[in-house]
């Protein structure tokens, strides 16, 4: 008998079949299933909108866990105040506001996630939420490519207007701007820059020296701190032997607890050498510890102590609904506003539709804690008041200069000419 | 059971199955938002393949494949925003991240990155040739244990630092917003669907690569490396060589499953690679079974699910339910989800076959 080969399995064999098999069904499916190509037009994205019952769905989407969860809760809070004081007075075009919760959890992809599930699966008419720039800039795709509505609440650095983003928070020249403005005003002639490194604060750093170059104010130093960092013996040690007359900071988080613990131990106060934060509000303060940070002065929107009747009304359902001891702060009330602005855009549009909301937004208002805010329908910002706050013995902020009126939202600084080599709009 | 999965007949009826669950059950049962989901997963899973060859057959706990994840994810996140910037503005046109972050000039390093074929074999080759001078000058010195571990991980730690600084990269933020893939514009759901088949060809294409290296006589001596590894040397071979090779090998696949994972997901971040990522793709292997071939896959799917199964269930107290889910898995099942088997033969008073102890 001639001799056979034998036929057990060669590994080998098995392998190169293996590959070859798999890669040809990929590229057979792969193939077989290409859609459009660039340039072609998409077929637009079917909302799948549900307006036939009593009740409209929206989406709530907020850190619950993770390093931001601690400020994302406040905001989500308020959003649910929002929409209970809404449903409690009729909801809106007749049908009750029901929320869908989901947790960012403090990452950016869960972000993008988790806003593609409330919009294709729970078909919900506008989401509310995000707190990072990295969160928005991850949701930002999902809320164009899908044609959904996405209310962000919180102060952020600018340079963006998307037609299905609102930002009910303000942009660069309705906080950071007036700050500067109120700083020249008491005679500071130098400042140094103190941030977390991350992108609000190096827009805002660039901001600050483009201004400065223009008003003739001196930056001695300019610091960047690692996210969540809290050592800070060097920067504060350069800080004191710069002899600035003030600091600008754009700290975030658990930093600014650090830095002033170690500004107030080496012995600088609010009257030698003010500093001025972007990022410290009610909640914050209490972190920080009233005794280090009594004094020193913060630029917002908001604050709990804001004069006003909407503002009284807000303070005490939120204390009531949540409890006396907790405070209320700037973007908790931008997160309030946000539902009752897009609630008075759809009564408006007497419709949920995206381009319904889109298409009559402009000059849309609301008597908020704040004062009234107007919707910009060219770049999707609010009109807001600036005030620079100062922090008191008793946890709270003062107000202790106000802008006249509310300022006009301006994202990409066209209305300054100093400026103008900051951005390139496109 | 086990032994019809080692026949070649069963090797071909395991793929058939994967394949057809994978190209035709899948997409049948699933939404297009689902199917997406399922899509990022696999490049978990593609992650957890190389994963299960580095640290279960070859015992090098490697707590820092986001490195090599992240690598894979930039660079082809480079690409896309390239093609981007010059379908809309021309050749050498800048970014739209960096035109906000104040750069007007294309960074040199960026300009190649227009090129697909360079993107890709640099997706390839870059990170694979990393871990082999990583690899031999760790394994040369006979680095290995905790020490391995703890090196791995400060390199997703430093690498996550190093991009933060990095302003031309997107700094905190990261990348995102591609609007085409190699031509194919991403915001259409047919083609949403073939970046999941890519992702599933894939994720069987190396299965089959970690099978061919476990049958060879090179995944022996993986082994018998993990297991002794003084004997192998007074054998005569250099440990160290057979350990970059899986190494390397686990590093190009979690760059290929990063390269993957930009245009599912959307964005690539700092946050998608440090050492909180790094943790969860060994958490999956480890909850999965990680000396098994499926074991990784079917552990990094599995976590992945339940974190997204839960936290839309529960969403201000999934983290405990998960917490607990991992630590039910880890005491009753110390060998992963896939020892299962192997249990229920205890409780049938047959022995169990000895499987890779660690």
């Known amino acids: ?426 | 059971m086990r032994n019809f999965f080692a026949t070649r007949l069963g090797t071909w009826t395991g793929f058939a199955a994967a394949a057809l669950v994978l190209f035709g059950l899948a997409p049948l049962v699933l939404s297009g938002f689902r199917l997406g989901l399922l899509a990022q997963f696999t490049c978990y899973a593609i992650v957890a393949v190389g994963i299960g060859l580095a640290w279960g057959r070859g015992g090098m706990l490697t707590l820092g494949q986001g490195v090599f994840f992240g690598m894979g994810a930039y660079l082809m996140a480079m690409h896309l925003k390239m093609a981007d910037a010059e379908f809309r503005n021309g050749p050498g046109a800048v970014p739209d991240f960096m035109e906000l972050a104040g750069i007007r000039e294309l960074p040199a390093y960026w300009a190649p990155f227009s090129s697909p074929v360079f993107t890709i074999a640099a997706i390839l080759v870059l990170p694979t040739a990393f871990a082999v001078v990583l690899g031999l000058a760790v394994f040369k010195r006979r680095v290995k244990g905790a020490y391995f571990a703890i090196l791995s991980q400060a390199l997703a730690g430093a690498f996550a630092i190093l991009l933060i600084g990095q302003q031309s990269l997107g700094g905190f933020n990261g990348l995102s917003r591609f609007r085409y893939f190699f031509g194919y514009n991403l915001d259409d759901p047919v083609n949403q669907q073939m970046l999941y088949f890519i992702a599933a060809g894939v994720l069987l294409v190396v299965v089959a690569i970690a099978l061919q290296l476990r049958r060879s006589r090179y995944g022996e001596l993986l082994v018998a490396v993990r297991d002794a590894e003084e004997r192998v040397r007074f054998l005569g071979y250099d440990a160290a060589n057979i350990k970059v090779v899986a190494y390397a090998t686990a590093a190009l696949f979690a760059s290929v499953a990063g390269a993957i994972f930009v245009p599912v997901v959307g964005i690539i971040s700092p946050a998608s690679i440090g050492i909180v990522p790094s943790i969860m793709f060994i958490l999956g292997v480890a909850i999965g079974g990680r000396a098994s071939l499926v074991g990784p896959v079917v552990g990094a799917l599995a976590v992945a699910w339940a974190q997204t199964a839960l936290s839309e269930q529960f969403p201000s107290a999934w983290t405990y339910a998960q917490g607990l889910l991992f630590i039910l898995v880890i005491a009753l099942l110390p060998g992963g989800i896939a020892s299962v088997a192997a249990l229920t033969k205890r409780f049938q008073r047959t022995p169990a076959p000895v499987e890779a102890a660690a």
């Open chain 1, 1 to 426: 008998m001639p001799h056979r080969f034998t036929t057990l399995p060669s590994p080998a064999r098995t392998f190169a079949r293996t590959l070859a098999a798999s890669v040809a069904i990929t590229g057979l499916v792969a193939t077989a299933a290409c859609g459009s190509r660039a340039g072609e037009e998409t077929a637009a994205a079917e909302s799948c909108v549900d307006t036939s019952g009593d009740t409209i769905k929206v989406g709530a989407l907020n850190s619950l866990s993770g390093t931001m969860s601690i400020s994302e809760t406040t905001v989500r809070d308020a959003i649910y105040l929002a929409v209970d004081e809404i449903n409690a007075a009729g909801g809106v075009q007749g049908k009750e506001i029901e929320i869908v919760a989901e947790d960012g959890a403090s990452e950016p992809t869960v972000f993008a996630e988790k806003a593609e599930k409330l919009i294709r699966e729970d078909c919900v008419a506008a989401v509310f939420g995000g707190w990072t720039s990295a969160s928005r800039k991850a949701m930002l795709p999902v809320f164009e490519d899908n044609d959904s509505l996405l209310y962000y609440p919180v102060q952020y650095e600018g340079l963006e207007a998307s037609e299905n983003i609102f930002y009910t928070g303000a942009t660069t020249n309705q906080q950071i701007i007036p700050a500067l403005d109120y700083l020249a005003e008491t005679g500071v002639k130098s400042l140094y820059l103190v941030g977390s490194d991350y992108v609000f604060p190096r827009t805002a750093n660039a901001i600050i020296n483009a201004y400065a170059a223009d008003k003739g104010i001196e930056i001695l130093g300019e610091d960047y701190a690692q996210l969540g960092s809290v050592e800070f013996s060097t920067i504060v040690n350069q800080v004191s032997a710069s002899g600035a007359d003030a600091v600008f900071n754009t700290l975030n988080g658990d930093s600014n607890v650090a830095f002033f613990r170690e500004y107030a131990n080496v012995g600088l106060t609010a009257e030698e050498m003010p500093v001025m934060s972007v990022s410290i509000a009610e909640e914050e303060v209490g972190g920080i510890g009233v005794e280090n940070i009594e004094g020193q002065l913060a630029a917002w929107n908001y604050y709990q102590t804001v004069e006003s009747p909407a503002n009284t009304t807000f303070v005490e359902a939120f204390k009531a609904e949540y409890g006396a001891d907790r405070v209320t702060s700037d973007p908790m009330e931008a997160a309030y506003n946000s539902v009752y602005l897009w609630a008075a855009t759809v009564e408006k549009a007497e419709s949920f539709a995206v381009e319904d909301i889109q298409a009559n937004a402009d000059g849309v208002s609301f008597d908020s804690p704040e004062g009234t805010v107007v919707i910009d329908g060219d770049n999707h910002h609010v009109t807001k008041t600036a005030r620079i706050g100062e922090i008191s013995a008793d946890g709270l902020l003062y107000t202790v200069w106000e802008s006249e009126g509310p300022i006009e939202p301006d994202p990409f600084l066209e209305g300054y000419d100093w400026a103008a080599d900051l951005t390139v709009t496109e």
